[in-house]
């Protein structure tokens, strides 16, 4: 914090409090960050309430005990034919898949099931449904409580790994077996992440992470192919946003509580940038903010460091020759007043001295102007000369 208070303390006489170059402390934006370290300018999230057991104020309500409203059948034209059952959603042998009306793509899930107390069968028997996300990566929902053999090398419920509860199926599964016994209710928390094609390329797999019962079973696992059986069917391209389907495997599968929340997806996150941000996006954002921060420079302003203040900052996210400009006028008409105060003057400025000069090195040490600064130089020469800076 110290270079902020620095930086800070000499020009807050001169600025409200919130425009302090909040660009101008950390390291700028770059070709992937959007914003500088620590930056005052970056929004902050929107606030949303999240109660313990209740959906989050932002998320899509899909399931809550009383209505089969926000579902239909995947037979085109059909209603459902699943059961809304003691406020719970039940799967109907021989009804087909159900899927949402509305479509989504990379989401956050939140979705309780039970497998029948009284549960029958053995294997993929047992239990099943199915986790469809985007009605293409299933999540295996299965009754696997009892998997182990017993001594006697006699397995009661012989059934295969990838195929378990909480398996992305067919591909991986889960890292532990957290299921609980038939009938009891079980959670799942998923996040989902599309794949991500360009040109007809695939640029990124797309990838789940399951929370079963609150334990980690899927750790961002990146898929390889599509769901089916006994296959490997690879990635496809596929629309943006798909309806969320839940499998009917001839088992009285029950649901409850289920919402969803979208998600950002890495590639189209224009508010924050990161290792896999859009460049192109980057720039356009970066572009947009030192747009918005120029109308606060005036260039005729008394408070020559404030307005060479604000359009350092400016050209912390865009370097553009007409920014650039202001920067070099603005920097001639600043030390020509500097030139022009006595010793005391420049004792009683020296915070704002070292604050201009600070914001100068940020900018040098991120390559936004050059080590050969005749600005930095400049102030360096009056803080050196004068000794405005404790050592
Ligand atoms: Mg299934």
Redesign the pocket.
């Known amino acids: 914090m110290s270079q902020m208070k620095t930086l800070t303390a000499g020009l807050a006489a001169g600025l409200a409090a919130s425009t302090l170059f909040a660009g101008l402390y950390g390291d700028t934006p770059d070709a992937k960050h959007a914003w500088s370290v620590h930056d005052a300018n970056r929004p902050n999230p929107a606030k949303i309430t999240a109660e313990p057991g209740q959906p989050p104020s932002d998320a899509v309500v899909l399931f809550d005990g009383t209505s089969l409203d926000n579902w239909t059948s995947t037979k085109p034209g059909e209603p459902t034919k699943w059961k809304l059952a003691d406020g719970a959603l039940e799967s109907v042998k021989g009804a087909g898949y159900i899927r949402t009306k509305q479509e989504f793509g990379d989401c956050q899930l939140h979705i309780e099931w039970a497998a029948p107390a009284n549960v029958q069968g053995v294997g993929?028997g047992r239990g099943?449904?199915?986790v469809f996300l985007m009605g293409s990566y299933?999540i295996?929902?299965?009754d696997s409580y009892e998997t182990a053999t017993l001594p006697d090398g006699k397995n009661l419920n012989p059934n295969y790994a990838d195929?378990q509860a909480s398996s992305v199926?067919a591909e991986n599964p889960p890292l532990v077996n957290a299921c609980r016994k038939p009938g009891e209710w079980q959670t799942y928390d998923i996040v989902f992440h599309q794949p991500v094609w360009e040109n007809g390329k695939l640029k990124y797999p797309g990838s789940v992470t399951v929370l079963h019962n609150g334990v980690l079973t899927q750790d961002h696992w990146e898929m390889e192919g599509m769901t089916t059986h006994c296959r490997r069917r690879p990635l496809a391209p596929h629309a943006a946003k798909l309806p969320l389907q839940l499998?009917d495997?001839g088992n009285p599968v029950r649901f409850r509580n289920i919402w969803i929340r979208e998600i950002p997806s890495r590639y189209a996150n224009t508010t924050h940038g990161g290792p896999a941000a859009n460049e192109a996006d980057v720039m356009a954002l970066r572009k947009a903010t030192a747009a918005k921060l120029f109308e606060a420079v005036n260039p005729g302003d008394a408070n020559k460091a404030a307005a060479l203040g604000r359009i350092l900052e400016v050209v912390s996210y865009d370097k553009a020759d007409a920014y650039m400009n202001v920067v070099g006028s603005l920097r001639d008409a600043y030390l020509k007043e500097l030139a022009a105060c006595d010793a005391q003057k420049l004792k009683d400025r020296k915070g704002e001295i070292i604050g201009v000069r600070n914001a100068c090195n940020v900018l040098i040490r991120n390559k936004v102007l050059p080590e050969e600064c005749t600005l930095r130089a400049a102030l360096q020469r009056i803080i050196t000369e004068h000794k405005l800076e404790k050592k």
Request: hydrophobic share 15%; aromatic share 8%; charged share 10%.
């Open positions: 993929q099943n449904s199915g299933e295996q929902v299965l195929g199926y499998q495997h």
